[in-house]
Each structure stands twice: as C-alpha cells, then as structure tokens.
T-cell receptor, first 113, second 120 residues
C-alpha cells in the first residue's frame, strides 16, 4: 500500500521562507507531485520530481530523495495569496499499467502579515 | 494548456435520487480519467480509475454499484452517484491524463474544477 505523511498545519510570515516536508512509502514509486489548493477550488499543479535533487520554479522549489522517501516544497518570499493547502502526492505504478496519483492529507499554510 | 471541465459545478439533490457528473477533456484526448472525492478539510481520496472503453477500477472501500463510472470516449467520463444520501455530500473532482503521444510517462494530470454535491 501507500503512506504519505505531511504536517497538518503551518504558519509563516509574509516575505519569509517556509519548507513543507513530505515522507512517503510506496511499492511502485513513479514520481512525486506538489499541488496547491485554495479552499473550495480544485488543486493546481506546482511541481513534479521523479529524480533525486532540487527543481526550482520561481519562488517555489521542490526536492526529492528517493532513497529516503522524502520530499520538501520550499516557498520563498511568501505572499498573503500563498495561504492555501499544499498537497504532496505520489504516483504509484501499481500492478496495472495505469498508474495513479495518491494524495497526502495536505498541509494548511497560513501566512500572517 | 490542457483544460478539463466538469458539469455541473454544483448540485443539490434529494436523498434517494441519482446524480450524474460529467468530466470532459476539452483540448486533448484522455485514455485515463480519475475520480476523487474530498470531504471538508480533508485531502483528495481516489475513488476510481476510469479507462476509455473498459470497466473502471475502484479503490478499496468504494462501492462500484453506488458510484457508476462510464468512460465511453477519449474526452468524456461520467460519474453517477446512485441513490444519494447526505453522507455522499462532498466535493467530487476528476482529473485526466493525456494520451502518451510518444512520451512514456506523461507526468501531469489535469484536474477539473470540481463538483460540489449536497444531498438533502
């Protein structure tokens, strides 16, 4: 089966940096995603890692260590609009040819002025 | 970019009735579509994987006779909640994965805007 863990809530200050960690266990790892979700809306894609290392995209960066089953999402220069839930998700190859994305419980990030 | 639409965006129905939710990929073909359910303040829970032209694969604990999935074409999948009850009230989100088109693993799934179902 799969298991994805991330903190339930985090708080950070506008302009600062925050790191959201995610650990996972899966039998057929085939990539890790980070999504942002504002209340009442569908998730929006932030990043994808399939190889070890850091992927940087503007203010957001995502890191993956496959040997440790660990990833983090780094948000820099925080803005009030970054207040949202951040979902760590793992693609599991499974036994069938159609792999599927399984989501963690999400981290609710609150930004204070 | 790839766009996925859902219809309706919200629906209120009476207990015991059935509700159909449509998921369409607007500018790409999707051999595989996924249906998720999200309760308030919880994450997305995968309900089923829908493959065009074949039966859907349901996750453990999801009743296939209650949540009927049809994926009749490469751009349309439907989820029908049969005999809905108040506990079925939730946010239902579909996502679609593009036909590989030469890439062994198209890495991104495109999410629809979601359908909020309220059963009274």
């Amino acid at each position: 089966g799969q298991n994805i863990d991330q903190p339930t809530e985090m708080t950070a200050t506008e302009g600062a940096i925050v790191q959201i960690n995610c650990t996972y266990q899966t039998s057929g790892f085939n990539g890790l995603f980070w999504y942002q979700q504002h209340a009442g809306e569908a998730p929006t894609f932030l990043s994808y890692n399939v190889l070890d290392g850091l992927e940087e995209k503007g203010r957001f960066s995502s890191f993956l260590s496959r040997s440790k089953g660990y990833s983090y999402l780094l948000l820099k220069e925080l803005q009030m609009k970054d207040s949202a839930s951040y979902l760590c998700a793992v693609r599991d190859r499974g036994r069938s040819s159609a792999s599927k994305i399984i989501f963690g419980s999400g981290t609710r990030l609150s930004i204070r002025p | 970019g790839a766009v996925v639409s859902q219809h309706p965006s919200w629906v209120i129905c009476k207990s015991g009735t059935s509700v159909k939710i449509e998921c369409r990929s607007l500018d790409f073909q999707a051999t595989t579509m996924f249906w998720y359910r999200q309760f308030p303040k919880q994450s997305l829970m995968l309900m089923a994987t829908s493959n065009e032209g074949s039966k859907a694969t349901y996750e453990q604990g999801v009743e296939k006779d209650k949540f009927l999935i049809n994926h009749a074409s490469l751009t349309l999948s439907t989820l029908t909640v049969t005999s809905a009850h108040p506990e079925d009230s939730s946010f239902y989100i579909c996502s679609a994965r593009e036909v590989a088109s030469g890439r062994a693993n198209a890495y991104e799934q495109y999410f629809g805007p979601g359908t909020r179902l309220t059963v009274t």
